[in-house]
């Protein structure tokens, strides 16, 4: 059985305002993720995506109901300093906007900024840059300005800062919102790229569907609560219920669903654009046969 990294029960979250408690941003919300998964989450603007990402990171506290990190519940009042800093420094973020996390006037200095703070060796941090480099294909920019980089580069250069601090979860908080297409594409297979050959548990926050659909599974947040939560094939399928929570599904799937309420024998459980091409294809040649 996995091991379970993170766990909450009964999650609920509201923030203080000048009026006194506002109405709750989470209420009562359960979750497990096993380590080494890729999650997605979706929701509308104040769903409570970003809300969930900052109490697992541990940056807000919880209104009521419990987290729990790598099987130790979270106690702020209880704990000491040193013990949130050691969850704290195994939760990694990447935000949206990565010229906010861009320190340093030297690509490597700044990935080696994290670590520098933690204490690691001197030998050990030129270990991670490397790595961290090559991990997100950022190598041979090494000694260049993060600042005259593409967006899509900066924020492979947030990730390889977030890894060099060697983090079991990342967390990446709509981290494509502000990059075209090419960026997104560059950052996502990033992102791939850390679960598949680090092991390193993902949580991808995105508004992007075509995003979500790679993940191993998807949950889907309307105002405040668990709305779905499954496989991307299981959740997309479900159309009705994305769109009544302000969502769309993939363009191939939606697709697909219309030709097959228009009456042709179609799957209606196909993501991406390569499973769509392959189920026309399919259709095309079995009408051919039938001429």
Same mark, same amino acid.
């Given at each position: 059985m996995a091991e379970i990294v993170i766990k909450t029960e009964g999650?609920?979250?509201?923030?203080?305002d000048e009026e006194g408690t506002?109405?709750?941003?989470?209420?009562?919300?359960?979750?497990? &993720?096993?380590?080494?998964?890729?999650?997605?989450l979706l929701g509308h603007n104040g769903s409570g995506k970003s809300t969930l990402a900052k109490l697992l990171n541990l940056i807000l506290t919880p209104t009521s109901g419990s987290i729990y990190l790598f099987g130790e519940k979270i106690d702020e009042e209880n704990m000491t300093e040193d013990d949130l800093y050691a969850l704290r420094r195994r939760v990694g973020m990447v935000f949206q906007n990565p010229d906010n996390q861009l320190v340093a006037t030297i690509v490597e200095e700044d990935v080696a900024f994290g670590p520098e703070n933690l204490g690691v060796p001197p030998a050990e941090i030129r270990e991670r840059v490397d790595k961290a480099l090559e991990l997100?294909?950022?190598t041979q920019y090494a000694r260049h300005s993060p600042h005259q980089l593409s967006g899509g580069q900066k924020q492979r250069v947030a990730i390889a800062g977030i890894i060099a601090c060697d983090p079991e979860i990342v967390i990446f908080d709509e981290s494509t919102a502000m990059l075209d297409p090419i960026g997104r594409a560059e950052v996502l297979e990033t992102i791939e790229k850390l679960n598949q050959n680090n092991g390193?548990?993902?949580?991808? &926050?995105t508004h992007y569907m075509e995003e979500a659909a790679r993940a191993d599974r998807v949950i889907v947040i309307d105002d405040g609560k668990k709305l779905l939560?499954?496989?991307?094939?299981?959740?997309?399928?479900?159309?009705? &219920?994305?769109?009544s929570a302000g969502?769309?599904?993939?363009?191939?799937?939606?697709?697909l669903q219309e030709l097959a309420e228009a009456g042709y024998d179609l799957p209606n459980?196909?993501?991406?654009?390569?499973?769509?091409?392959?189920?026309?294809?399919?259709?095309?040649?079995?009408?051919?046969?039938?001429?």
């Open positions: 999650l609920s979250f509201a923030y203080d506002s109405p709750a941003i989470l209420e009562n919300f359960d979750l497990e &993720i096993e380590k080494g998964a890729f999650v997605a997100v294909g950022m390193t548990t993902v949580i991808l &926050i939560d499954g496989t991307p094939k299981e959740v997309f399928s479900q159309t009705k &219920i994305l769109r969502l769309d599904v993939p363009q191939t799937t939606l697709l459980d196909a993501l991406t654009p390569e499973e769509g091409a392959r189920a026309l294809a399919a259709i095309l040649s079995e009408k051919e046969k039938n001429k």
